[in-house]
């Protein structure tokens, strides 16, 4: 499969998907910045009609449970969800959480039974560990939005695209992508993404640049791990700590090229 990823790569960065965002306030303006040095161009919503409309022009939605509520921005997430699912737009949800309180949870419940199961085709769920695993029902701990473990990460992400019919995509120690046919296991990272919040926010918005320019497909899921996770090896790389580490993985991601492709290491 990489050898296809520098192609999605150019694709990306030629065609500029406009990715409408109704994200974590913590990280809206990392999770910006990344979709644009991935090739991307981002909107931010948290306004409900506004959400709606922009959906329409979008090529791509990301919706973020990070930081939910009850009044705008829990509105502006369901809007956004509905829309995408409505016109069949490339929909990535980023269950933050989901596990971890009754409102997480409740929202991504909605989200799902309500626009993913609508368009299964046209949507990718990005989460970690404990995330998949809870929503998989084969376990998963969820402290605030870290993944405490799942029992099982690779059963737990094939057996949730299988019964959604959509991609699945959990990031951890190991990631796994799956459409509920195959399972892509990748092997790249590094631990530093740990001590940076908001790095599978980001990881959600990059999935949103590939999905919007190459379409929902467990492939172009996979390839937005990748790019996102060696452009993170190369950042550590020159990283004194956290700080430059953050500044760094968007000038990597940025600078990215086929070569740093060579040895990718992705496996069904």
């Known amino acids: 499969m990489h050898s296809d990823i520098p192609r999605m790569m150019d694709t990306v960065r030629s065609k500029r998907p406009l990715v409408v965002h109704v994200t974590n306030i913590v990280t809206v303006n990392d999770c910006a910045n990344i979709c644009i040095a991935a090739g991307g161009s981002p ?11 922009l959906v329409r022009i979008a090529d791509a939605v990301v919706v973020n449970i990070g930081t939910p ?17 409505d016109l069949r737009k490339p929909l990535v949800l980023d269950p933050a959480g ?7 949870t409740d929202i991504t419940r909605r989200i799902i039974d309500g626009c993913v199961s609508k368009s299964p085709g046209t949507c990718i769920i990005k989460g970690n560990a404990g995330e ?57 990272g590094t631990p530093m993404e740990e ?6 926010c ?26 996102f996770n060696i452009a993170a090896e190369k950042a550590a790389a020159v990283s004194a700590g956290p700080g430059t580490f953050r500044l ?5 991601i940025y600078g990215l090229s086929k070569d740093d492709f060579q040895c990718s290491n992705s496996m069904p």
């Open 43 to 53: 909107c931010m919503s948290t306004e409900p009609s506004d959400a709606s409309d």
């Open 69 to 85: 509520d009850r009044s705008v921005i829990g509105y502006a997430l369901f809007a956004a969800a509905e829309t995408a699912s």
């Open 98 to 104: 989901c596990g971890a309180s009754g409102l997480r």
């Open 132 to 188: 998949i695993g809870f929503l998989s029902g084969l376990g998963g701990e969820v402290r605030g939005v870290d993944s405490a473990g799942a029992s099982d990460a690779c059963a737990s992400t094939l057996g949730l695209a299988r019964s959604l019919g959509c991609v699945v995509s959990c990031t951890g120690p190991t990631d796994y992508v799956s459409d509920g046919k195959e399972v892509i296991a990748l092997d790249r």
């Open 195 to 200: 001590n940076v919040s908001g790095t599978g």
């Open 202 to 227: 980001m990881v959600s918005s990059v999935t949103g640049c590939y999905a919007g320019a190459c379409g929902v497909s467990a492939a172009s899921a996979a390839a937005a791990v990748t790019v």
């Open 248 to 252: 760094n993985l968007m000038d990597a």
